[in-house]
């Protein structure tokens, strides 16, 4: 096949996949095996994304990954590999150092954007530092955070929408607040799958509906987002953590092509 052309594609969009979290080394080298054809299909540099340790499941039965010393090797092993740009979360200030040995972009989740300690941590790695926006905050809240990173050395700062809280075990998206986000920066990240959960609303675990994810996509591009965030995977029924929200693997060629 040919690889794709197109003026949108020359821009560069940020785009983020991979699985939700750290489940095994096969898992991993099967989705950046894929990333690393889309990159060539589309021209573009599609950052790859797991979890060492998702730190927030609702139940604490909840799988939660390899812990961050394997995490890591498993994420090195992938860049060193297939060549591609390591994003992950970190969760508490300690983790910034040496997450940031691997990963291009070091990640504070939602609900810890206010944290000023773990902001500033991962600023100080020099590394990009992509800040999901509080289902609780709008989007003018977060020039906080961005100034708490910035001063304290980021080398780039991201903002990224991932929905607001709409009632109990529900999420809604106003996509006016990525327009707003892109008066802070200039990177403004669409979650595209976890804006389609229904956070702790499947009886001790997170539900979700991802056939909503491709809308979510184009909705945000006509808003003004200059990124997409997509959790794959190849099974994602069977997989352990977001598997209702996560988006068939197979089918990210096809909502790329979309936004391109």
Not at 7 to 27: H, R, W
Request: aromatic content about 8%; some cysteine.
């Amino acid at each position: 096949m040919r690889p794709f052309s197109s003026t949108f594609a020359s821009m560069k969009p940020t785009i983020i996949a991979g699985p939700c979290v750290i489940e095994s080394q096969e898992l991993l080298n099967t989705v950046a095996e894929e990333l690393v054809r889309l990159n060539k299909l589309f021209g573009l540099e599609i950052i790859f994304k797991a979890s060492f340790d998702k730190a927030n499941r609702t139940s604490i039965s909840s799988f939660r990954g390899p812990g961050l010393q394997k995490g890591i090797e498993m994420l090195a092993e992938v860049k060193t590999r297939y060549g591609l740009r390591i994003l992950t979360d970190i969760h508490e200030s300690h983790q910034a150092a040496p997450v940031a040995e691997v990963a291009d972009v070091l990640q504070i989740p939602a609900f810890l954007c206010r944290q000023t300690d773990l902001v500033v941590s991962a600023a100080r790695t020099g590394r990009i530092v992509n800040i999901k926006k509080a289902q609780f905050l709008g989007a003018a809240d977060m020039r906080y955070p961005v100034e708490k990173a910035r001063q304290s050395g980021a080398s780039d700062v991201w903002l990224t929408e991932r929905g607001n809280s709409f009632g109990y075990n529900n999420l809604v998206v106003d996509f006016r607040n990525i327009t707003d986000m892109t008066e802070i920066v200039p990177t403004v990240i669409m979650d595209c799958t976890h804006s389609v959960q229904r956070p702790g609303g499947g009886n001790g675990k997170t539900t979700g509906d991802r056939r909503f994810v491709p809308a979510m996509a184009l909705a945000a591009k006509a808003f003004g987002a200059t990124g997409w965030f997509f959790e794959v995977h190849p099974e994602p029924d069977h997989g352990l953590s977001d598997a209702a929200n996560m988006l068939e693997l197979s089918k990210l060629e096809g909502v790329i092509r979309s936004l391109l």
